[in-house]
């Protein structure tokens, strides 16, 4: 089992930034890819970014040049930059951590507005 606990997202203005960060704890070890994902309501939880344990990264387009996933294997976090925000990436975001399964944190809602 893998727990995951991300900090509270927020409201922020369009052009502005915000940084989530996610803790993982429980078998750490079995953990390959980390990411975060996002959902609005009557839509389905899309894919905002992953990383690998070795650090490999892999973005949706729509985030591309404006979001940055970065990863501590040490201190067993997971962070997510969002720069340049628009109003369209408002959502709920969720942490996920990869084992043999999916994990998930409880989601944290970023409100960007115009």
């Known amino acids: 089992q893998v727990q995951l606990v991300e900090s509270r997202g927020g409201l922020v203005q369009a052009g502005g930034s915000l940084r989530l960060s996610c803790a993982a704890s429980?078998?750490?070890?079995?953990?390959?890819?980390m990411g975060w994902y996002r959902q609005v309501p009557g839509k389905q939880r899309e894919l905002v970014a992953t990383i690998t344990r070795g650090g490999n990264t892999n973005y949706a387009d729509s985030v591309k040049g404006r979001f940055t996933i970065s990863r501590d294997n040490a201190k067993n976090m997971v962070y997510l930059q969002m720069n340049s925000l628009k109003p369209e990436d408002t959502a709920v975001y969720y942490c996920?951590?990869?084992?043999?399964?999916?994990?998930w944190g409880q989601g944290t809602q970023v409100t960007v507005s115009s």
């Open positions: 429980g078998s750490i070890f079995r953990i390959n890819d």
């Open positions: 996920n951590a990869k084992t043999l399964y999916d994990f």
